[in-house]
């Protein structure tokens, strides 16, 4: 059943979990509610397409027969579903009406009395309701279950209608027409909603993939740590939310943070991101040497690249540091970066902060020759991010950026440290702020499926953790595809610092 994807759109290998979950989703009453408007959409187009066996019996003499009964109508009824606590949801439904039309022959004999006719047949039930409990839970892999139980359906009245033929004789075998009918109904009912549960919310969520493979080496695991938390007035999903290394899935050593409540809002769903699932993909990027790359003249903007130079008149390398442009004139730099250990990322006051540590080895280009080593930088660098989110995609900007150095090792003697800071200043502004901003204004899509849309779409950050509060939108007429395509700015990051800095950077 479609609907229930309304349930699991995040749920977009096996260890030892945190105790505290790295993704969290809570769907409330407002969501259930609209659900259960989708459901009512659903459940009336199924029925309304779904085929209806013939019906064939015998009663007091009579041989009968009921053929091609299909469903013309059936009116909305009243609807719910609840929340049961610590169970599930239960979905109640009365007042419907269904009508019918179809087909039927008999044939009668007594003694030597034979009849036999034919005509065509309206049936029309009103009253008609139902309940069914719908049980949700985790397997083995952290994939969530769901399964149905407990269908009961009552039908208030019903009459029939008889065309064609010697009406005198229907009124033997009206009731049985009636209680065949009765029971057919009853029985379609229950099937077309357990089928919509048990076989096809079942299998849907089968397909669901619990992690998700960024770039070729980072695994996002987000299964479910426990069985879904059920209240009177919202649904919980916990989820592990960390990244490994595809190669060798180990935990990280050390353990996300509580995750803190969200504040009074009507939203349908929100979703926390912990900060413990960036500090795993920074974790494992550093444990695996991932976080390096050269930049070299080549890779700034044709106007900018002269600053890696050895020699110029006013504003380059060798200006800053007059020993390298005496020993190497008339040549460039390229720098070696590399992080020196695991990054850090919190998410508080408003804002992601991010420290960073890491070493810049120069070295001298020389022609045709290997380069000429200079010297090794250390660095602390602080990044202050702002976030934001517009048409379902949370977006950053580099807000600050602090960096303090120091001389970790010199082939060239002493170094000015004031020209270094200057230097990296300008290094900072001509390619590390572009550089990052070009990666934050990509976009961190929100998971979403093809029939399901988010809106009205709010981004906090609080203690340790972003908050997506967001309404759903159901679309019925689209195509869902399978997948984890809503998953993107991870790969795309990864990708970048992957392939490093040698597409065109633009300066803001």
């Given at each position: 059943m479609p609907v229930i994807t309304l349930f699991f759109i995040l749920l977009a290998v096996t260890g030892t979990y945190s105790s505290n979950p790295g993704f969290k989703t809570r769907i409330t009453s407002r969501a259930i509610d609209y659900a259960n408007g989708v459901a009512v959409d659903v459940l009336t187009k199924k029925l309304m397409e779904m085929p209806i066996p013939d019906i064939h019996g015998k009663e007091s003499g009579v041989e009968y027969s009921v053929i091609g009964v299909k469903i013309k109508s059936f009116n909305k009824p009243s609807s719910k579903i609840n929340i049961v606590p610590k169970t599930g949801l239960g979905w109640q439904l009365s007042n419907a009406g269904i009508s019918l039309h179809g087909d039927f022959k008999y044939k009668y004999k007594k003694g030597w009395i034979k009849i036999s006719d034919h005509g065509s047949i309206d049936a029309g039930a009103e009253g008609v309701g139902f309940s069914i409990a719908?049980?949700?839970?985790?397997?083995?892999?952290?994939?969530?279950?769901?399964?149905?139980?407990?269908?009961?359906?009552?039908?208030?009245?019903?009459?029939?209608?008889?065309?064609?033929?010697?009406?005198?004789?229907?009124?033997?075998?009206?009731?049985?027409?009636?209680?065949?009918?009765?029971?057919?109904?009853?029985?379609?009912?229950?099937?077309?909603?357990?089928?919509?549960?048990?076989?096809?919310?079942?299998?849907?969520?089968?397909?669901?993939?619990?992690?998700?493979?960024?770039?070729?080496?980072?695994?996002?695991?987000?299964?479910?740590?426990?069985?879904?938390?059920?209240?009177?007035?919202?649904?919980?999903?916990?989820?592990?939310?960390?990244?490994?290394?595809?190669?060798?899935?180990?935990?990280?050593?050390?353990?996300?943070?509580?995750?803190?409540?969200?504040?009074?809002?009507?939203?349908?769903?929100?979703?926390?991101?912990?900060?413990?699932?960036?500090?795993?993909?920074?974790?494992?990027?550093?444990?695996?040497?991932?976080?390096?790359?050269?930049?070299?003249?080549?890779?700034?903007?044709?106007?900018?690249?002269?600053?890696?130079?050895?020699?110029?008149?006013?504003?380059?390398?060798?200006?800053?540091?007059?020993?390298?442009?005496?020993?190497?004139?008339?040549?460039?730099?390229?720098?070696?970066?590399a992080s020196s250990k695991k990054p850090h990322i919190d998410v508080q006051n408003g804002q992601l902060l991010i420290r960073f540590f890491g070493d810049i080895k120069m070295n001298a280009l020389m022609k045709n020759q290997n380069p000429a080593y200079l010297l090794t930088l250390s660095s602390a660098m602080n990044m202050t991010v702002n976030m934001s989110i517009e048409n379902e995609q949370i977006f950053g900007h580099l807000q600050d950026l602090k960096i303090d150095i120091g001389v970790k090792d010199s082939a060239i003697g002493n170094v000015n440290k004031q020209a270094l800071q200057f230097l990296l200043d300008s290094a900072i502004s001509i390619f590390v702020k572009p550089h990052i901003n070009s990666l934050l204004k990509k976009g961190f899509p929100l998971p979403m499926t093809d029939d399901i849309k988010f809106r009205n779409t709010e981004l906090l950050l609080l203690s340790d953790a972003l908050v997506v509060s967001t309404d759903v939108v159901y679309n019925a007429t689209a195509t869902p595809t399978n997948g984890t395509d809503g998953i993107k700015i991870f790969p795309n990051i990864f990708q970048e610092i992957r392939r490093g800095p040698s597409y065109k950077i633009q300066t803001l």
């Open positions: 719908i049980t949700i839970g985790q397997d083995t892999t952290g994939r969530p279950l769901i399964g149905s139980n407990h269908c009961s359906v009552a039908i208030g009245s019903m009459n029939l209608k008889f065309h064609g033929g010697a009406s005198w004789i229907y009124n033997l075998f009206k009731d049985t027409f009636i209680k065949a009918l009765k029971k057919l109904v009853v029985g379609k009912l229950c099937e077309v909603v357990s089928n919509a549960i048990n076989n096809d919310a079942e299998k849907s969520l089968k397909k669901l993939k619990v992690t998700a493979l960024l770039d070729k080496d980072f695994l996002l695991d987000y299964r479910l740590t426990a069985p879904p938390n059920f209240t009177s007035t919202y649904l919980e999903t916990m989820h592990k939310g960390e990244i490994f290394w595809n190669q060798q899935i180990k935990e990280a050593p050390f353990s996300a943070a509580p995750l803190p409540p969200v504040p009074r809002s009507e939203k349908m769903i929100h979703l926390w991101v912990s900060d413990f699932l960036f500090n795993t993909a920074m974790f494992v990027a550093q444990k695996y040497n991932f976080l390096k790359f050269n930049l070299t003249a080549n890779d700034l903007p044709a106007s900018q690249r002269s600053v890696l130079d050895t020699s110029c008149v006013i504003m380059c390398v060798g200006a800053m540091i007059p020993k390298i442009r005496q020993k190497y004139p008339h040549t460039s730099v390229d720098l070696e970066m």
